[in-house]
C-alpha cells in the first residue's frame, strides 16, 4: 500500500502560481513513477504530468509545457508541482498518482491516488 497525501491548492488569478506538493508514504520501493492528474466538473480525469522517481525525467501534457514543472524530492518521498501563468481552464482538482509504469497517462495506468486538492483560478 501506498498512501499519498496532497496539499497547496487555493484559490488564484489567472496569471498567478500555485505550488502543489505530495507526500508519499508506505511502500514507495514498488512505484516507479509519481504523476499529477486533474479533473474539473463534469469532465473526465486527465493526465497533467509525471516524474519518475530514480532518473527524474518528466513528461507533460501539451496544455501545460512550459508554464507547470513537476520536481521530487527522493530523501523526503515527495513531489511538487510549480504551477505558473495559470489559466481558468486550469481550475479543477489536482490528484496525485503513483504508477509502476514510467509515464502513466490514463487513469487506468494509476496504482495509488491521493485525495485530491482544489485548484482554482478567477479570471
Known amino acids: 500500500q501506498v498512501q499519498l497525501v496532497e496539499s497547496g491548492g487555493g484559490l488564484v488569478q489567472a496569471g498567478g502560481s500555485l505550488r502543489l506538493s505530495c507526500a508519499a508514504s508506505?511502500?514507495?520501493?514498488?512505484?516507479?513513477?509519481m504523476a499529477w492528474f486533474r479533473q474539473a466538473p463534469g469532465k473526465e480525469r486527465e493526465f497533467v504530468a509525471a516524474?519518475?522517481?530514480?532518473?527524474?525525467?518528466?513528461y507533460y501534457t501539451d496544455s501545460v509545457k512550459g508554464r507547470f514543472t513537476i520536481s521530487r524530492d527522493n530523501a523526503k518521498n515527495t513531489v511538487a508541482l510549480q504551477m505558473n501563468s495559470l489559466k481558468p481552464e486550469d481550475t479543477a482538482s489536482y490528484y496525485c498518482?503513483?504508477?509502476?509504469?514510467?509515464?502513466?497517462?490514463?487513469?487506468?495506468?494509476?496504482?495509488?491516488w491521493g485525495q485530491g486538492t482544489q485548484v482554482t483560478v478567477s479570471s
Open positions: 508506505g511502500r514507495t520501493s514498488s512505484s516507479y513513477s
Open positions: 516524474i519518475s522517481w530514480s532518473l527524474g525525467t518528466t
Open positions: 498518482a503513483t504508477s509502476r509504469r514510467a509515464f502513466p497517462t490514463t487513469p487506468g495506468e494509476v496504482n495509488y
